[in-house]
């Protein structure tokens, strides 16, 4: 297997997580050890698991801060594996260094994440990992005014450009928008 690491990335509802998941499933049939890892913070449909808007899911462990990681690798023994996973890495502290140093390492590094806030923000830790990937997928969803390819996140609610960037929520709060019916686009 040749040495990765892959980025799936997009707005909210592009399937960003599922694509992780089925990557996942590929390296388990290559009977490859797979850790995987969560933001603490996101508790959306469950605390110890990935699980996707679809119901799909995988063990993960929770971290707050991405060098968390480094101490969970070395208390399971570094060697024993082989593929580090990220959901929703953008709302990780430290994960970009954390897996720029693990890539470095010869681990199999695999992420999904929002490249862009609802505000139309990029994601810090997602610029600083983006040049070190083999392979980005930029992921799109339905546009829910014209059901074109969405490329953006809209927060329902929403009043202005200045807003908390991290706001954990699912189709209560957020839906995917194309880049004619996203409202804070024309006021950049």
């Given amino acids: 297997m040749k040495h990765e690491l892959i980025v799936y990335t997009g707005p909210m509802f592009s399937s960003k997580t599922s694509r992780l998941l089925m990557k996942l499933e590929k390296y388990k049939f290559q009977n490859k050890n797979i850790l995987t890892f969560k933001p603490k913070i996101d508790t959306r449909y469950s605390e110890t698991s990935i699980i996707t808007h679809s119901g799909w899911s995988s063990p993960a462990t929770n971290i707050n801060d991405g060098k968390e990681i480094f101490g969970y690798i070395e208390k399971n023994n570094l060697q024993k594996f082989d593929v580090i996973a990220v959901d929703e890495l953008f709302m990780i502290p430290n994960i970009a260094k954390t897996l720029i140093t693990l890539y470095c390492n010869n681990f199999n590094i695999i992420t999904s994440t929002l490249d862009l806030s609802a505000q139309l923000t990029a994601f810090s830790e997602l610029q600083l990992l983006l040049p070190w990937a083999t392979s980005i997928n930029k992921c799109t969803a339905a546009c829910t005014i014209c059901g074109e390819d969405a490329q ?36 950049l």
């Fill in 152 to 187: 953006y996140t809209f927060k329902k609610q929403s009043k202005t450009k200045h807003e908390k960037l991290i706001e954990i929520g699912g189709t209560e709060k957020y839906e995917p928008r194309c880049f004619k019916h996203h409202p804070l686009i024309k006021l």
